[in-house]
C-alpha cells in the first residue's frame, strides 16, 4: 500500500472529516511521499528528534498525534525548513491525528488510559466544540494513593495526585485537558485524570472536592499511536515502531 491507500483507510477509521479540532492540527495526511509504505514510525510529537529517529529506523512513513503544521501558515525556513527538507530528502511521509485519536473508542488515547485505569461502566464524557472528547467510569473502591501508584507502574512515569480519599468514579482526558476539571466535579465524580494542568487547578481540585490526578501530557498520549501502529500491523501486515521520545510534561 501507497500513502494514499493508508491516508484514506485511517481517515475512514478515524473519523477525520466529522471530528472538529484546531485548525492547525490539519489532521490526515501532512505530508506525501513515493513508493510502497514498508515502515511506520509511530511517535507523540512530530519533531527533529523523532524524525531522525524514523529516519534511522529506515521507516518511510510517521503516523503522529501532533503534526508539524500546529504554528499555522509560515515561511518554509529555519527549523520548519529543517524538519520538512529532512523528510522530503528521505521519502518520510506524515500522517497526523490529534482530536480524531483522542476520542477513537477502540484505538483512541482515552480508551488506553480507561483500560490502564480499569475503568467499567465506560461512558463519554469531557465537552469540547460540542463533543465528548473522553470518558468516565466506574472503579473498584481504591485509594488515591494506590490509583496513583498503579498508574505510575503501568504508564512507566510520574503521577501528580492532588486530594485524597477513595475513588469509585473517574473521569478521563488525555493530554492538557485540566479545565475539563470543572466537568468531573459538576457531575460529582470522584477523581478526574489528564496529562498537565496549571497553577489553579490545584484550588479547583481541592475546593470542589474532586481529586486532580496528572499523569503527564506525553505518557498520557503514547497508547493512541502504539494502537493505531499494532492495528496497521495486524491489517496490512505493515511493520511499525514506536519512537520513544518523552518531553517529560
Known amino acids: 500500500m501507497d500513502i494514499l491507500q493508508i491516508s484514506h483507510y485511517l481517515d475512514d477509521l478515524l473519523d477525520i472529516k466529522d471530528i472538529k479540532d484546531s485548525p492547525n492540527a490539519m489532521n490526515g495526511l501532512q505530508v506525501q511521499n513515493t513508493g510502497d509504505i514498508k515502515k511506520i514510525g509511530l511517535a507523540v510529537d512530530l519533531c527533529m528528534a523523532t524524525i ?20 499555522g501558515v509560515q515561511p518554509i525556513r529555519g527549523n520548519f525548513y529543517e524538519k520538512l527538507s529532512t523528510m522530503m530528502r528521505n521519502n518520510l511521509g506524515l500522517y497526523s491525528a490529534h482530536l480524531p485519536l483522542d476520542m477513537h473508542p477502540v484505538l483512541g488515547n482515552n480508551k488506553a488510559l480507561a483500560d490502564l485505569s480499569g475503568l467499567s461502566e465506560i461512558e463519554p464524557f469531557g465537552e469540547y466544540e460540542g463533543q465528548k472528547i473522553g470518558f468516565k467510569g466506574r472503579l473498584e473502591p481504591i485509594s488515591t494513593t494506590a490509583l496513583g501508584a498503579k498508574l505510575e507502574a503501568s504508564m512507566g512515569s510520574s503521577v501528580k495526585v492532588i486530594g485524597s480519599g477513595e475513588v469509585k468514579t473517574l473521569g478521563l482526558v488525555s493530554g492538557g485537558a485540566a479545565d475539563i476539571l470543572r466537568q468531573a466535579s459538576a457531575e460529582g465524580l470522584d477523581a478526574y485524570l489528564t496529562g498537565e494542568g496549571a497553577n489553579h487547578h490545584f484550588h479547583e481540585a481541592v475546593e470542589n472536592d474532586c481529586v486532580l ?3 503527564g501530557h506525553y505518557a498520557t498520549e503514547t497508547g493512541g499511536v502504539k494502537a493505531v501502529g499494532k492495528h496497521l500491523q495486524e491489517k496490512f501486515d505493515i511493520e511499525s515502531e514506536f ?4 518531553t517529560g510534561m
Do not use: Q, R, S
Open 52 to 71: 531522525e529517529k524514523a529516519v534511522a529506523a529506515e521507516c518511510n512513513m510517521m503516523f503522529v498525534h501532533h503534526g508539524m503544521l500546529w504554528g
Open 243 to 246: 519512537i520513544d521520545y518523552p
Open 213 to 215: 490526578i496528572l499523569a
